[in-house]
């Protein structure tokens, strides 16, 4: 599991928008954000809140890019139906999650199953994570790691 101080692994993904993001190199300041499934209410609005600071995140130089393991398809279907501009990426395969720590157990009406918890973390644009957030909250979260990187 990855936590504030630690240097991401060589993790690369690409992103909804086309490019190609090397988490252990960002470039610059990246919130990546985790979430469990497009399209679902909780996951909307955090969509939506990272969104609408999208010009504040891009004016402190910090790129956003929200992460599930929905396939790209799926990302880009949910990115235009709610006009989303933060790039999505997709963890089919789990690595950047099981690294994160970010795929757990989780417990619903008693049922375990496994599922994303909803995290973020700043990574400096040398791939150190330089704040976590986990087991986020959606109201007010976004506006949050906005202050945090300001």
């Not at 469990?36 to 910090?62: I, Y």
């Amino acid at each position: 599991m990855i936590n504030e101080g630690d240097k991401v692994p060589a993790l690369k993904t690409k992103l909804s928008d086309g490019t190609e993001l090397d988490l252990s190199s960002p470039g610059r300041p990246l919130v990546l954000y985790f979430y469990p499934k497009d399209d679902t209410s909780g996951c909307t609005r955090e969509a939506q809140d990272f969104t609408s600071l999208a010009g504040n995140f891009a004016k402190a130089g910090v790129q956003v890019v929200g992460l599930s393991r929905d396939p790209m398809k799926k990302h880009d279907k949910f990115i235009a139906k709610y006009e989303l501009k933060v790039p999505l990426a997709s963890d089919e395969d789990g690595a950047i999650s099981d690294a994160f720590g970010t795929w757990v157990e989780k417990s619903m009406y008693g049922r375990k199953y496994m599922g994303m918890e909803r995290s973020t973390f700043l990574i400096g644009k040398d791939g150190r994570v330089a704040k976590a957030w986990r087991k986020v909250k959606v109201p007010n979260h976004a506006a949050e790691v906005l202050k945090a990187v300001s």
